[in-house]
């Protein structure tokens, strides 16, 4: 590695730290943290596996010492970002795979591994195995959707390849398909979703049609996404047949 590549990607590093700390207080109810799995799947496709580790490690310490977070910031972030990296790395530069990565890391491997940490290290009654993989799972897939947006577009544009290159790191061509491109419509909904609870917070929304809205734009946007992939698979398969 170059001595610029690291000074760049060290530079990086506390950038996405810094703003991990940032917007981690945004939706966030205990034991789900969307904006950590979006600052962990970017960090894992620009620098790796264990680059995202570190970046998740330093950001759950700092939001546990001056937050007063439980240590649900690291069991809840550390295991997805790593898996996230790996799985990217993987697949040959998938963006959905490192999506994939979050969702099972923090998901299922993070939420059960909190169960003996905030049971008997932080003296936490009435939990089980299980308890927190419903949250968990809940905030990687909102997390996990504004990140798979974000990417997709860099790397349609060749932005994401060209920064991976100026980073010294592992770089992969675009893998555009039908498939991404329906992916990335659905995971549209949560962006909307995000900006919809914002809006209501910000704006002191309580009225029910807030709620019902917020829920109704998600699958929507699932079903437009799913529609898309349809029309363009059977147009594609009717040009093949011609």
Not at 8 to 13: D, G, I, S, T, Y
Not at 117 to 127: D, I, K, P, Y
Request: some cysteine; proline content about 4%.
């Amino acid at each position: 590695m170059k001595k610029t590549d690291a000074v760049r990607r060290l530079a990086v590093l506390s950038l996405l730290i810094a703003v991990g700390v940032i917007i981690s207080p945004i939706l966030r109810v205990e034991g789900m943290c969307p904006m950590a799995h979006l600052i962990n799947i970017i960090c894992s496709v620009l620098l790796g596996p264990w680059y995202s580790l570190l970046c998740a490690a330093l950001i759950g310490i700092i939001r546990m010492l001056i937050m007063g977070i439980p240590p649900l910031a690291l069991t809840g972030a550390i295991f997805g970002a790593f898996l996230s990296g790996l799985f990217y790395r993987m697949s040959k530069g998938r963006i959905i795979y490192a999506v994939l990565g979050e969702i099972i890391g923090t998901g299922i491997i993070g939420a059960i591994a909190s169960y003996p940490v905030m049971t008997f290290l932080w003296g936490r009654e009435g939990l089980s195995w299980l308890f927190y993989v419903p949250s968990f799972i809940c905030g990687t897939l909102i997390g996990g959707s504004i990140a798979y947006v974000f990417l997709r577009k860099l790397a349609a544009n060749g932005v994401l390849a060209k920064m991976q290159r100026s980073l010294g790191a592992v770089s992969y061509r675009d893998q555009s398909s039908i498939l991404s491109d329906s992916l990335t419509v659905a995971a549209l909904g949560a962006i909307l979703w995000v900006m919809l609870k914002l809006a209501a917070a910000v704006f002191a929304l309580t009225s029910p049609m807030w709620n019902v809205l917020a829920n109704v734009v998600p699958a929507a946007a699932a079903a437009a996404g799913l529609i898309y992939y349809v029309v363009r698979k059977g147009r594609d398969t009717d040009a093949e047949a011609q």
